[in-house]
């Protein structure tokens, strides 16, 4: 009983000296298990620095403000792409106004009021989350097959490319907005419902607002993947050649995307160079995005 | 003079009851009465069988071991309990004579006249003075000025001379004793009739379980309240009258239910208590 090596049921404890020499942090399994840890972050980062560098070298020859202040033209040293970056504008801000309160209400639904054992509602579930993983140009395919049922001819307006936007992003809103209002505490609910507030009070006034920084950080992630995709949209026929501003909901439209699309299709050099800077305009909007919405989460993040 | 030299020379594990229940009736005054009630989780019964009369104006301790069901019960007093999937009620809980298990009662309106303390302190991610101000709104109250209202349920709390600088700023501010006073005023603020609360001192400290234990005292000229607890010096602190709990195993399923032992005045339940398992569990050889 004297040492710490002293057996307890039968056990023994190897007597090794504190100052040993070694360090168990520093054996050679858990030194290989780190440093192929810093491998993949290194490949996973070298390879976006490799790709971000690129395009800027690429594109260098062709920054300027014209790229924001110019129509495509057949001459690259005079092209630019501003109807592209109205288009994109056009095109996410009503894919939002469209999909945001949907898939809001939608997740409210299905995690405050829904019967979660149901079957029925167990089935919406699972199939909101399957619908997150489905590719984006089915969702293209979708939004065809819906509006040609309904007799709409062109397809190529603002609204139809909200629309197929819309549904590739809508059970990824839900999806976050769930999440959301899942970290609200079940305290705050029963402390209101023990008010006398109902259930509807108490997801409107306390529920809802305390998940609102989760809900935008979702929304705005949701959006931004929406404002990279081009296969939906050129499926719908989206134009690829636009000389004119995009006017309302009706209005034909080009996006981001597209325009890059087509540029890079161009035999001329100069259209590649214009391409892959316009590709570092399309960047730069998804970083200010993220950027927004993680600047979103830390500032309101709830410290319950 | 006799008083103090005999609570100093009592042994360490007696429990001094306050000694002002001269004045409390043999038989409660029921606001609030259990009738043959069972309380069940699915096809679980966690409680069963209860019969219990709470008295106007009084304060009443439910006591026992974990898993005795004395917390369902509680929550079955506000229908708290309806937003558990699967609980139901048997038997009658009548608030004022009706039956607030009835066909035609609202149970919004029930939480609103029999209010609820929790555990945590669980103040709402708001300022001061709208954790206040939320449950008159949210009721349709009727009030003519909220400021007065505000003070006056802070007031009642003990809590006002601590906040009234700051009732724009984070109820998160504060720390846990406060946050449960806030959690106590809120709950007067929307007038109730009784207040239950759910071992509301469990997450403080000595300082701030004082605090509330006066608070309770205080209280208790305009409000019944219900207290659930954990700790046996606590109820003999603060109640007039106890419950004591247990739980009991089902001989065929074996499955637990909580059932009542005892039910009487706080003096005779912790110094001349009838049932021999009540006996054992305050003097601390069970549970």
Redo the contacts between chains.
């Keep these: 009983m004297s040492t710490i090596g002293s057996t307890i049921a039968g056990t023994i404890r190897p007597e090794r000296p504190l100052a040993s020499g070694r360090n168990g942090e520093r054996r050679p399994l858990s030194l290989i298990f780190l440093m192929l840890l810093w491998l993949s972050l290194l490949i996973a980062f070298g390879v976006l620095v490799t790709l971000v560098i690129t395009i800027i070298i690429d594109g260098q020859g062709q920054f300027s403000w014209r790229l924001f202040t110019e129509f495509p033209a057949s001459d690259p040293d005079r092209a630019g792409a501003r109807p592209a970056i109205l288009g994109s504008a056009w095109v996410i801000g009503t894919t939002a106004v469209m999909t945001i309160p949907l898939g809001v209400a939608a997740a409210v639904h299905l995690e405050e009021f829904a019967d979660k054992k149901n079957w029925f509602n167990r089935m919406i579930e699972l199939n909101v989350q399957n619908l997150a993983a489905v590719p984006s140009i089915v969702y293209g395919l979708l939004a065809l097959a819906f509006l040609t049922m309904l007799g709409v001819r062109d397809k190529n307006i603002v609204i139809a490319g909200a629309l197929a936007l819309s549904l590739l992003i809508l059970p990824v809103i839900i999806i976050s907005t769930r999440e959301a209002l899942r970290a609200v505490p079940q305290e705050i609910r029963q402390g209101s419902l023990a008010l006398g507030a109902t259930q509807w009070q108490t997801t409107w006034r306390q529920t809802l607002p305390s998940a609102v920084p989760g809900i935008a950080t979702g929304s705005i992630l949701a959006l931004s993947r929406a404002l990279g995709e081009a296969a939906p949209l050129l499926v719908l026929g989206a134009l690829v050649f636009v000389s004119f501003d995009p006017n309302g909901l009706l209005s034909g439209y080009t996006t981001l995307p597209i325009q890059i699309f087509n540029w890079t299709g161009r035999p001329q050099e100069g259209f590649h160079q214009l391409a892959a800077a316009t590709s570092v305009v399309l960047l730069g909007l998804l970083v200010i995005m993220n950027g927004l919405a993680i600047t979103i989460r830390n500032r309101y993040q709830k410290r319950w | 003079m006799t008083d103090t030299t005999e609570s100093t020379t009592a042994p360490t594990m007696h429990l001094q009851a306050r000694a002002a229940d001269a004045f409390l009736p043999d038989e409660p005054r029921g606001i609030l009465q259990v009738e043959n009630v069972d309380v069940y989780y699915g096809s679980f019964r966690a409680v069963t069988d209860v019969n219990l009369k709470f008295g106007l104006n009084e304060i009443t301790a439910l006591i026992g071991p974990s898993g005795c069901g004395k917390s369902t019960l509680l929550r079955s007093l506000?229908r708290?309990n309806d937003?558990v999937?699967g609980a139901r009620v048997e038997g009658k809980v009548l608030f004022q004579g009706e039956d607030m298990y009835g066909p035609k009662v609202d149970p919004?309106?029930v939480?609103?006249?029999i209010?609820?303390v929790?555990q945590?302190p669980?103040?709402?991610?708001k300022s001061i003075y709208d954790n206040i101000a939320?449950?008159p709104r949210?009721?349709g109250m009727r009030v003519s000025n909220m400021d007065d209202l505000v003070e006056e349920a802070l007031t009642k709390a003990a809590l006002w001379n601590e906040v009234k600088d700051k009732l724009k700023q984070s109820a998160?501010g504060l720390s846990g004793g406060q946050q449960q006073r806030l959690?106590i005023a809120?709950?007067i603020a929307?007038k109730p009739d009784v207040i239950l609360m759910d071992e509301p001192c469990s997450a403080l400290d000595p300082i701030a379980t004082t605090r509330i234990e006066d608070l309770m005292h205080d209280l208790r000229n305009d409000y019944t309240i219900v207290i659930v607890t954990h700790n046996m010096q606590q109820a003999a602190r603060v109640a007039d009258r106890t419950a004591f709990f247990t739980a009991l195993a089902d001989e065929g399923t074996g499955d637990r239910t909580g059932v009542l032992v005892e039910y009487g005045k706080t003096t005779q339940i912790f110094e001349h208590p009838v049932d021999q398992r009540t006996e054992d569990y305050i003097s601390g050889r069970f549970g």
């Design positions: 506000n708290m937003l999937d919004i309106e939480r609103r006249r209010g609820m929790f945590k669980n103040p709402f991610p939320y449950g949210v009721t998160y959690c809120r709950t929307v």
